[in-house]
């Protein structure tokens, strides 16, 4: 990565249960609703020519009794006693190693190359909170529209965008959402992303999309298996529920369609949209959530539902598909990350 270094140079001369054999959520768009299943950044001034009093400056042949004349000792002549002139290893006055002249490393006017609390990738976010269990993590609700406003401010390097992504998302150049809103909510999750955007949200934040548990993609052709799908795990409980709060449906319990809500809801606002784990929270309805389990014909797995979906659609074992450049009112992603 190249920086834009601000240089600010001073001289001084003055001084991050199950229910086996579901239907195809693709297969049942019109059930959810028309379009398809929920998807609804003049000298020295002491009286002599020169300074104080000494024809070049303060007795010495330089000036000050050191070979480049600013009494610091050191041969670079900026007053700071560093060996570069600035006070910090990199020469640019900001006390840090990366020499863009800001005071923080995460606030320069670079490109980002790395995850966020790195040199110009910005801050990380201050949530979702992801919930320990075990083998893995995952983030306690879906991630909020202000989470992901972080990351839109950061510029990344257009180079880097091939280490940031992965094969199937070459046509990004660009994370911002279908009318993403100016000012997004802090409590409302994100939607109108597409697999890539999540994709790169949670890598940037230091986590994961959630796919297999250890790392990497899920089968797209096990829709239901808790011993190694990360979010499919999480939301029965290990395999023992169907929704995420019990085996039968509750309409009232998640933002789905029968709770009547009809739009987004805050994220973890429902208490008894809780599980399958303790602090867990919105595994059915709100957004439907991607996943990383694709096929060859970049078609990935998003679970949960949304607050379009009914009860048979907003299942932990739901299985829909959509193209990985899919964008909707409806839908929404979470983060998985390694213990």
């Known amino acids: 990565m190249q920086l834009n270094p601000r240089t600010t140079l001073l001289i001084l001369i003055t001084g991050g249960f199950a229910i086996f054999g579901c239907t195809d959520d693709g297969a049942q768009t019109q059930a959810d609703d028309e379009v398809g299943d929920g998807d609804g950044d003049t000298t020295g001034g002491d009286g002599e020519p020169t300074g104080d009093g000494e024809p070049t400056g303060d007795g010495e042949p330089t000036g000050d009794g050191e070979p480049t004349g600013d009494g610091d000792g050191e041969p670079t002549g900026d007053g700071d006693g560093e060996p570069t002139g600035d006070g910090d290893p990199t020469g640019d006055g900001d006390g840090e190693p990366s020499g863009d002249g800001d005071p923080s490393e995460t606030t320069g006017d670079g490109l980002c ?7 110009d990738c910005g801050d990380c976010p201050n949530g979702p909170v992801a919930v320990d269990l075990g083998e893995y993590r995952i983030d306690a609700t879906e991630v909020t529209a202000a989470a992901y406003g972080q990351f839109l401010q950061v510029e990344f390097d257009p180079s880097y965008f091939t280490e940031l992504l992965p094969p199937g998302c070459e046509f990004k150049t660009d994370f911002t959402p279908t009318d993403f809103p100016a000012n997004p909510p802090e409590t409302i999750p994100v939607a109108n992303v597409d697999w890539c955007d999540a994709w790169a949200y949670c890598k940037w934040a230091g986590k994961r999309l959630c796919g297999a548990i250890g790392g990497g993609p ?19 409980g290990g395999g023992i529920a169907n929704y995420p709060y019990g085996l039968m449906y509750s309409p009232t319990a998640c933002n789905t369609a029968d709770s009547g809500w009809m739009t987004l809801t805050d994220v973890g606002g429902l208490p008894n949209c809780e599980g399958g784990f303790s602090g867990v929270f919105d595994m059915s309805g709100n957004v439907w959530e991607w996943t990383n389990a694709c096929n060859e014909q970049n078609e ?9 979906s009914n009860a048979p659609n907003s299942r932990c074992g739901i299985d829909s598909v959509r193209g990985r450049d899919f964008r909707d009112k409806s839908q929404g992603f979470r983060c998985c990350a390694d213990n």
């Open 113 to 119: 190359e790395s995850s966020c609390g790195g040199v």
């Open 300 to 308: 990935c797995r998003r679970r949960g539902g949304s607050y379009f």
């Open 218 to 236: 899920a089968p797209l052709n096990e829709v239901q298996n808790p011993a190694t799908n990360e979010w499919y795990r999480a939301c029965t």
